[in-house]
């Protein structure tokens, strides 16, 4: 039989995955990637147990290329480091089999690659539109020419052009209200770090020690939209710079150069679907998320597997429209609330009044983890790999 051919637009996290999987159900694929290489920038990735079942699906599991190390204890302080609340990574395993896995993104990315077939990935190639979504064979147009695919993967991110090519009347992006920083710092003489995000007034930082034993830092903050900074350094120290330790020796550690400063946005409001015809939408392009729950890269991750799943074999004669349909009735109705509870989420951190904050702060405090950790469940455990 003839072997089908996948054309995915951007060699990010969700678009790689989607590579991967698909070659391993014996498309052959080609991915699209308007930079010049991959990029080996990026902080890091918190890989939670729905995004590492996804990824062992697939036959990448993280162990082969990142370690055995998780995230041990982990939990929300307050600017004087005082625990709001604390748990540990061996109740994450008893409940759902492993514990996160915090990695460098750039690593991932690699991994991912890496296990692609040689030219799988094409750099310097910007996908510019896809013609005859509807037709048996849509064409990807890149200033190289057309390019005829069975099926075409919108993985082309949060600004995706091809989301606002093929939804022109989506409101598109929503402006959080926060911008964030961050980077990766060497980890050498800082042992036992916890993962914590540290909550003040409009103002949050997080510690997340990776696999490597790099340890990726980022800050956000309460900013209008397209606020420039003249030294990230500087403006973190003096967001941040008093607050309880580890966090001034990691600040003493960045290199303001690779620092990554960006707006937060979601989508102002969920696409009405994630296909139209042999093309569909996954990861940011499909349902952009801010990171409050951590789930940005491991709904890509998850998007990617199940809709490979349902697109078949390669060499099969599926009714590909059909199966994106499916792939749109398994995804966008958890994706869109997971969404939904990030930016919900989210207010809670952005609290500036003392008293609001006050009381934030004690609700968590008093908040039993065993609670917690059940309001986990279905972001972890909501979704079948087979």
């Not at 061996?90 to 991994?111: D, I, K, Q, S």
């Not at 959080?176 to 103002?203: F, I």
């Not at 890269?297 to 998850?302: D, L, N, P, S």
Request: positive net charge.
């Amino acid at each position: 039989m003839t072997q089908r051919h996948a054309v995915v637009a951007g060699a990010g996290i969700g678009g790689l995955t989607a590579a991967v999987a698909l070659s391993r159900r014996g498309w052959r694929v080609t991915v699209l990637e308007r930079a010049a290489e991959l990029s080996a920038a990026g902080a890091g990735i918190v890989l939670a147990p729905n995004g590492l079942r996804a990824l062992e699906a697939i036959g990448a599991p993280a162990a082969d290329w990142a370690g055995e190390a998780a995230v041990a204890d982990l939990g929300i302080r307050r600017p004087d480091g005082r625990w709001l609340n604390r748990g540990d990574s061996a109740a994450l395993t008893a409940r759902y089999g492993c514990a996160p896995l915090a990695v460098h993104r750039p690593a991932l990315a690699e991994a991912l690659a890496g296990a692609l077939p040689a030219g799988t990935v094409r750099f310097g190639a910007a996908v510019t539109e896809v013609a005859g979504t509807g037709t048996a064979q849509p064409l990807v147009r890149t200033a190289e020419g057309d390019l005829p695919a069975d099926l075409v993967l919108a993985a082309d991110g949060i600004h995706s052009a091809l989301r606002r090519r093929h939804f022109p009347g989506h409101p598109g992006l929503r402006h959080s209200g926060e911008a964030a920083w961050r980077t990766v710092v060497p980890g050498t003489g800082l042992p036992g770090l916890a993962v914590a995000e540290t909550w003040g007034r409009g103002e949050r930082f997080g510690v997340v020690p990776l696999a490597d034993g790099q340890v990726y830092v980022y800050g956000t903050a309460l900013a209008p939209e397209g606020r420039a900074y003249a030294d990230h350094r500087a403006e973190l120290l003096r967001r941040f710079g008093t607050w309880h330790d580890p966090i001034p020796a990691l600040l003493d550690r960045i290199d303001p150069a690779k620092v990554l400063h960006h707006d937060l946005y979601d989508l102002a409001a969920p696409l009405p679907r994630f296909h139209e015809g042999r093309l569909a939408w996954l990861g940011d392009a499909a349902h952009a998320m801010t990171p409050n729950l951590g789930q940005g890269g491991c709904q890509a991750i998850e998007d990617a597997v199940v809709l490979a799943r349902l697109v078949g074999d390669g060499a099969a004669h599926s009714d590909v429209p059909a199966a994106l349909a499916a792939y749109t009735r398994a995804r966008h109705r958890r994706t869109n609330a997971i969404a939904l509870r990030a930016r919900r989420a989210g207010r809670a951190v952005q609290l500036t009044h003392p008293v609001a904050a006050a009381a934030r702060d004690l609700l968590v405090r008093v908040t039993p983890v065993r609670v917690a950790r059940r309001a986990l469940d279905d972001l972890f455990t909501g979704v079948t790999f087979a």
